[in-house]
């Protein structure tokens, strides 16, 4: 009896402990599912983080490569801008020098012509009729000539020193430059043309008459005028030359008595395309120039008693 009394007291704690192992075994399957899941989902997000670094580093790496793409294309596009512009700027000093080059061909073809034509028809003259001058009348040619050809010697060589250092572009080197010693060289280069004609100068110009110029730039200025004044005297004229002084420049004047040659004559040559291969149309076009570049000007005034009278205006300081 008593057997069985235990017995029926045990079948329920029997009963009870497997119950409550078979939860503890439920809870420790669930724990292991959940721990399990948990893992998977760890695994997902740490793949998941791998794959946005990943992205993240190739999203980077093709950002820098843009960068480094647009970085070469702005540097070259950069150059290509840079060697253009040094070749427009190439080509630009390539047509000044051009230009350049026949300017100073224009100017030692023109300053030039007029007496080595005068030298070479005297020299013709003389061997053509030896016996229509006299003894003293040959001397005297014959020193003319000389003096002429000594004059358009020096002249020569002033300009093809000068031509060298003008290769490039005309420039000016400013300094003070007495006026009586440009007149008389281009007086003495242009002796024989006067001679021809028999005409005489009255010159008014004082000792340290002086401007602020280029001197080889004047000496074209004024052997280009004084040419022209020679060509429109009538024989045995008179070319007057003088100063006039005014505050802060002082202006050189010719004057002669042959046909009035006016501003507007002047403006006329210059614009028309006529007379851009004329001699008269280089040489005036020369002077337009020329005294630009040393901050000069060229006007032919009306005088009174007629005539034709240039005004060349420098600055003294």
Known sequence: MQSSSYYAKYLPLKDSLDANAAQQSMANAEARFQNKSKQQEIDLQKTQLAFSRKQKMWMLAGIAGLLLIAATLFLFYRNKKKNAEKLTLLNKDLEEANRTKAKLFSIIGHDLR?????????????????DALNTEQKNELSNKIQTATGSLLETMEDLLLWSKTQMNE??????TVELIPVVETCKQLLQLNSDAKNISYQQTINDGDSAQTDTYFLQTIVRNLLQNAIKASPDNGIINIYTKKRENTIALHIKNDGATFTQENYLQTLSSPEN????????????DELSKKINATVTFLMPANGGTLVEINLKIV
Not at 170 to 175: A, D, E, P, R, V
Not at 276 to 287: A, D, E, F, K
């Open 276 to 287: 851009s291969s004329s001699i008269n149309g280089i040489g005036l076009r020369l002077v």
């Open 170 to 175: 005309f420039k000016t080197s400013l300094q």
């Open 114 to 130: 007029s007496p080595i034509s005068q030298v070479y028809q005297f020299l013709k003259l003389q061997q053509l009729n030896p």
